[in-house]
């Protein structure tokens, strides 16, 4: 007999629960949390899910395989340690953690463990995302210049992260995915408009190398919402607008063509523009999160290394201890070389 569980089921716990039962890769799904009201609700609303009130009592259990952690950052890396040093599988909400000295150390016990860390960077497993990913990949973009992301909104207001921490893991996860490449340099500024010394509204500049750089622009503070990012390259530029139900992509053959010109033995750049047709592809809409759960189990029973890992969780959080370092020094550029920061 092999089971599955889901500590905390508040906000994004029950869509776990759902897609982990559907997937039927498990003869039972354990629901976990401290809160008996709302763990009477979930399992109410799913027949058959049992259910627990201490995770120390999976830790015990030898059928439970695997443990989705779904709660909030500050409790991820004790669950999660405690967990891999019980044996199981770990799937995690992003952040990963708080720190990334935590996630380091959890990266390092999986593999001591030959165990499966996965981090739930959900967008990464969207239709959109994957369509992006195959033009990229067939370089119909040319040469990368910019990425651009605005993901903004009015609340929800936390109180133990900033916005940064809040919304631009799913877009800073993104960029690094498509680009296959780690932050090089990062400057972010911020402002708080509320009581607590926690950034609501931010931009954050990020440098991959080779000229290519991305923008984060991230906000509680917007009267609506936004959620879009923009690839541009020498050739195509696309367009993702996640909000949109038909059209999410839209790719433009539109960029920019140089020419030097000769004169007088010096050399003049003329910069002239190139506008050709939009490009609507097509997007799966199997539901992300389904594909989450798949490529999950799939992992743990194969031993292959997820499209989200432990190492990528932990280039996130690099990146986002990388931006606090910019925020409280004005806004000063921080370089990211291996395992370590540093001011420029």
């Given at each position: 007999m092999s089971s599955l569980a889901v500590i905390g089921v508040g906000y994004w716990g029950p869509n776990l629960v759902r897609n982990f039962m559907s997937l039927g890769a498990f003869d039972e799904v354990v629901a976990c949390d401290r809160d008996a009201a709302r763990?009477?609700?979930?399992?109410?609303r799913f027949p058959g899910l049992q259910d627990c009130t201490d995770p120390e009592e999976l830790w015990n259990r030898a059928d439970v395989e695997a443990v989705v952690i779904a709660v909030p950052v500050r409790?991820?890396?004790?669950?999660?340690?405690?967990?891999?040093s019980a044996g199981k599988h770990v799937l995690i909400e992003k952040p990963m953690t708080?720190?990334?000295?935590q996630a380091r150390e959890l990266v390092d016990l999986a593999e001591?463990?030959?165990?499966?860390?996965?981090?739930?960077?959900?967008?990464?497993?969207t239709g959109a995302v994957e369509k992006i990913e195959q033009i990229v990949r067939r370089q119909d973009l040319g040469t990368f210049y910019y990425i651009d992301s605005v993901r903004v909104n009015l609340g929800l207001f936390q109180h133990d992260v900033n916005v940064i921490w809040?919304?631009?893991?799913?877009?800073?996860?993104?960029?690094?995915?498509?680009?296959?490449?780690?932050?090089?340099?990062?400057?972010?500024?911020?402002?708080?408009?509320?009581?607590k010394d926690l950034p609501d509204v931010a931009y954050v500049n990020i440098e991959?190398?080779?000229?290519?750089?991305?923008?984060?622009?991230?906000?509680?503070?917007?009267?609506?919402?936004?959620?879009?990012?923009?690839?541009?390259?020498?050739?195509?530029?696309?367009?993702?607008?996640?909000?949109?139900?038909?059209e999410k992509i839209r790719v433009y053959d539109r960029g920019i063509e140089l020419t030097r010109i000769s004169k007088e033995q010096e050399y003049e750049l003329q910069v002239g523009y190139r506008t050709g047709d939009v490009w609507l592809p097509n997007v799966a809409r199997t539901e992300a999160l389904r594909k989450v759960a798949e490529h999950f189990v799939d992992c743990c029973r194969t031993g292959k290394t997820p499209l989200t890992s432990g190492r990528d969780g932990l280039d996130v959080v690099m990146t986002l201890e990388a931006t606090e370092m910019s925020l409280a020094n004005a806004g000063h550029p921080v370089a990211i070389d291996?395992?370590?920061?540093?001011?420029?």
């Open positions: 763990l009477a609700s979930v399992c109410q409790f991820h890396y004790d669950l999660a340690k405690a967990a891999l708080q720190t990334a000295e001591a463990k030959n165990l499966t860390l996965m981090v739930d960077h959900t967008f990464i497993y809040d919304l631009a893991p799913h877009d800073l996860s993104i960029v690094n995915h498509i680009l296959q490449r780690r932050p090089k340099v990062v400057r972010a500024t911020g402002q708080s408009h509320t009581d991959y190398g080779d000229s290519i750089c991305a923008n984060f622009h991230v906000s509680w503070l917007a009267p609506t919402k936004i959620r879009r990012m923009v690839f541009s390259g020498s050739r195509r530029m696309i367009v993702w607008n996640d909000l949109e139900d038909a291996g395992d370590q920061m540093s001011l420029l």
